[in-house]
């Protein structure tokens, strides 16, 4: 399936000319392996794919023997996989790289030798825990691929213009027309319910069958669960409570995570290990709280109050509703008709913090509960333009699932932050309009701003 990340690996191979290796983390199953085989494909003459979750000991027995002498090392590696390798036409990629680290402690001599391109896929959590015997490689570039976005599923279902148009759209100010809009919505609404995990996304482009989407999803919440068995070493019990209690906690009107509700008397800063262990695993995304919209968010971070979004929200809906004697195929067609008697708020506010991370964007929130009323406040994103200039650097973004909504927050935002404030957003499911000072724009041009 065609990826955005495609192109980031191109500008890399064409940047650097094999001065770096490059390192693509992410969560599993977010399609990594998948992408850079295409890519060694199209783009080299010839390519080894070293996969050391499977690799046997005589090969691995290379980067222990071999290393000093990288005319033998490639020699021998060319006929093991039965592939000619051409100076500065050719690449090397280690998939899942975090099962044997001496392959890249060993990046940094084969960059410098400079004859062939590397690339490296892992998870993260497990490429930071496997580095304990080996010097990280200085020669290695690093980008972090996410599931699907709202474009990448529209092309995967064969729709290749229709994003363009709501660029168009958004950059215009002015809204698609009812009948665009009422597709947009409909498109929008099956990738909120599939999600992003690539072999979900295909699975529906090919069957449009719901309750085989749904199994895909839970096998990978399977994985991510024994990787937290597997890895979240000490610490494995916490990580699970959170994990475990995510679609509950999102469930709240109020939706800032509550460690109490995950253990009774527990204290934020026990469980501090556990969130990092989530966060590295880029299984969910993290909004810290903001003490202040201005102009260095990072600078006003508060670190006891945070938000946890999971990162996939088609994952997110086979968690929330995990009951075995739910007809999940059916709760997924009342989902697709707005029929089901949920709060979807949730998944809603889910989806807008997936989007708004997958474009780039570090994600922060601003809560104010005071008891003098004009500045008890809550602003479910903030996030920070592009380009800074002396004043109005922070964008506000409230998100709303229903249709009859109060903005007594982002009012109240605006009139004391003003100095501060760029365009405020309201991302709700209604078309684009421009009202009092505030823009009001439809879930699907959220991956424009």
Partial sequence: MKRKIYNKLLEWKNTWNGKTAIMIDGARRVGKSYIVEEFARNEYKTYILLDFSKEDKQLKLLFEEQLSDLDTFFRMLSLMKDVKLYPRESVIVFDEVQQYPPARAAIKHLVKDGRYDYIETGSLVSINKNV???????????????PMDFEEFLWAMGNDELMDYIRDCFASGKPLGEALH????????EYLIVGGMPQAVESY?????????????RNILSLYRADISKYATGYEQKVTRIFDTLP?????????????????????????????????????????????????????????????????TGLLI????????????QIYKKLMFD??????GMLVENVVAQMLHTAGNKLYFYSNPSHNREDNMEIDFLVRKPSITSRHNITPIEVKSSTHYALSSLRKCKAKYGEYMATPYVIHSGNYCEKEGITYIPLYMTQCL
């Fill in 132 to 146: 304990k015997d080996i010097v990280i490689p200085s020669e290695e570039e690093r980008i972090n691929m996410h």
């Fill in 182 to 189: 009422r597709k947009a919505m409909t498109l929008f609404r």
């Fill in 205 to 217: 482009t090919h069957d449009k069958d719901f309750d085989k989407v749904d199994h895909i999803k």
């Fill in 248 to 312: 509950s906690q999102l469930q709240r009107h109020e939706k800032r995570f509550r460690i109490s509700e995950v253990e009774k008397g527990a204290r934020t800063r026990s469980y501090a290990n556990a969130f990092f262990w989530l966060e590295e695993s880029r299984v969910v995304n993290v909004c810290y709280a903001a003490t202040e919209p201005n102009v260095s968010l990072s600078l006003s971070r508060d670190d006891a109050k945070r938000k946890l979004y999971m990162a996939d």
């Fill in 318 to 329: 086979a968690m929330a509703f995990d009951e075995n004697d739910i007809q999940v195929g």
């Fill in 339 to 344: 029929k089901l008697e949920i709060n979807k």
